[in-house]
């Protein structure tokens, strides 16, 4: 399909720069396809829902994957930013190098200061490029394995907030908690699965109180959600691998629930493209661990998720490729046009949607 199908006018003034606080007073564009729309609120999705459906919520943790280092090769150096966005080993990752024309395989980078102490190792970081790849990506082999590693990332990076937040502001430490969901735990994204924000613990009493059980996956969110599609035709884009894992515990549960009449109900594109890469040709849903370049676009026959809560995403992007897909391209504009129209907030910490499958 064309990629220009999937433009539409954004002012600048409705993205959003901080969430609403508490997290569920949120606005919730209830999208039915062929019915209408409806105006509500994030608190408001204990009665949206039935006794019965299952939420299903991604669980990864951001890290503080961006890095600032020096290339230093030979007699000459050169300030570079890395922005760690896939995981490949106890000791290498796949990053964006920015820019990444001054790097070359082989060169090392530093991250830290040179001046400190060195009574701890930790403040300092090496890493050699290994590979170079198309726009800006390299894989990098650090100089730490394993949690010495994860230490140090810990020590040296900064959380890592969406281009279109970053460009406006500094991060902070209100960051810290307002990019994370209040059910992280698994560590490894560098982006927040931002449909997730929203949730708080009263809403989770009241969900339980509804009889609206909620499952949990691990979608490991890369730094690829933040880039455009710069080819003309969707078939031409190229999807970053993300990590994810659906337990066979959590297969089972969801299995069960939809054969007793629940609706599945993906909290977050990451969750519902975890879950449709685990599902079979019949709907059923498999354990499963690995990687996923799933794209869904329009004409997609979605097997498992049969509602999906989600932030309002960019123009041309994938993710509002994806929810074309899932309730249909001219809903879907008509929904963005009303949300712009009425002053709904853009974006990781903007409002949210509830959208009902086609």
């Given at each position: 399909?064309?990629?220009?199908?999937?433009?539409?006018?954004?002012?600048?003034?409705?993205?959003?720069?901080?969430?609403?606080?508490?997290?569920?007073?949120?606005?919730?564009?209830?999208?039915?396809?062929?019915?209408?729309?409806?105006?509500?609120?994030?608190?408001?999705?204990?009665?949206?829902?039935?006794?019965?459906?299952?939420?299903?919520?991604?669980?990864?943790?951001?890290?503080?994957?961006?890095?600032?280092?020096?290339?230093?090769?030979?007699?000459?150096?050169?300030?570079?930013?890395?922005?760690?966005?896939?995981?490949?080993?106890?000791?290498?990752?796949?990053?964006?190098?920015?820019?990444?024309?001054?790097?070359?395989?082989?060169?090392?980078?530093?991250?830290?200061?040179?001046?400190?102490?060195?009574?701890?190792?930790?403040?300092?970081?090496?890493?050699?490029?290994?590979?170079?790849?198309?726009?800006?990506?390299?894989?990098?082999?650090?100089?730490?394995?394993?949690?010495?590693?994860?230490?140090?990332?810990?020590?040296?990076?900064?959380?890592?907030?969406?281009?279109?937040?970053?460009?406006?502001?500094?991060?902070?430490?209100?960051?810290?908690?307002?990019?994370?969901?209040?059910?992280?735990?698994?560590?490894?994204?560098?982006?927040?699965?931002?449909?997730?924000?929203?949730?708080?613990?009263?809403?989770?009493?009241r969900l339980d109180e509804r009889g609206i059980t909620r499952q949990?996956?691990?979608?490991?969110?890369?730094?690829?959600?933040?880039?455009?599609?710069?080819?003309?035709?969707?078939?031409?884009?190229?999807?970053?691998?993300?990590?994810?894992?659906?337990?066979?515990?959590?297969?089972?549960?969801?299995?069960?629930?939809?054969?007793?009449?629940?609706?599945?109900?993906?909290?977050?594109?990451?969750?519902?493209?975890?879950?449709?890469?685990?599902?079979?040709?019949?709907?059923?849903?498999?354990?499963?661990?690995?990687?996923?370049?799933?794209?869904?676009?329009?004409?997609?026959?979605?097997?498992?998720?049969?509602?999906?809560?989600?932030?309002?995403?960019?123009?041309?992007?994938?993710?509002?490729?994806?929810?074309?897909?899932?309730?249909?391209?001219?809903?879907?504009?008509a929904a963005y046009a009303h949300a712009v129209e009425t002053g709904?907030?853009?974006?990781?910490?903007?409002?949210?949607?509830?959208?009902?499958?086609?």
């Amino acid at each position: 399909m064309r990629v220009d199908l999937f433009d539409f006018d954004l002012p600048e003034s409705s993205i959003a720069l901080r969430p609403v606080e508490p997290r569920d007073v949120a606005r919730l564009l209830v999208v039915r396809p062929e019915i209408g729309l409806e105006d509500l609120f994030v608190r408001d999705l204990p009665d949206l829902l039935q006794p019965g459906d299952v939420l299903v919520l991604n669980n990864t943790k951001v890290i503080p994957s961006r890095l600032y280092g020096l290339r230093v090769r030979e007699e000459t150096a050169a300030r570079v930013e890395i922005m760690l966005h896939k995981r490949e080993g106890a000791d290498r990752w796949r990053a964006f190098a920015r820019p990444a024309k001054k790097l070359n395989i082989g060169d090392r980078i530093r991250f830290g200061d040179d001046s400190e102490s060195t009574a701890c190792e930790l403040v300092r970081l090496d890493a050699e490029v290994e590979e170079k790849g198309e726009g800006g990506d390299v894989a990098l082999r650090f100089s730490f394995a394993g949690a010495f590693l994860d230490e140090a990332i810990a020590r040296l990076g900064e959380l890592p907030l969406p281009p279109y937040i970053a460009g406006k502001r500094a991060t902070d430490d209100r960051d810290r908690n307002d990019y994370q969901t209040v059910y992280a735990q698994d560590e490894g994204a560098v982006a927040a699965p931002t449909a997730g924000l929203h949730f708080t613990e009263d809403l989770f009493r009241r969900l339980d109180e509804r009889g609206i059980t909620r499952q949990f996956v691990t979608l490991h969110v890369g730094a690829g959600t933040f880039l455009p599609v710069k080819a003309d035709d969707t078939n031409e884009h190229r999807m970053h691998a993300e990590w994810g894992s659906v337990s066979a515990e959590t297969a089972q549960a969801l299995n069960e629930a939809r054969a007793r009449g629940g609706r599945i109900v993906a909290v977050g594109t990451t969750s519902l493209r975890l879950l449709e890469s685990a599902a079979q040709d019949d709907g059923t849903i498999a354990p499963f661990s690995g990687d996923t370049a799933i794209f869904i676009t329009p004409g997609y026959r979605f097997r498992a998720v049969d509602v999906l809560m989600t932030n309002f995403h960019l123009p041309r992007s994938t993710l509002f490729m994806l929810v074309s897909a899932f309730a249909g391209l001219e809903c879907m504009k008509a929904a963005y046009a009303h949300a712009v129209e009425t002053g709904y907030r853009f974006y990781s910490y903007g409002d949210a949607s509830l959208l009902f499958r086609r």
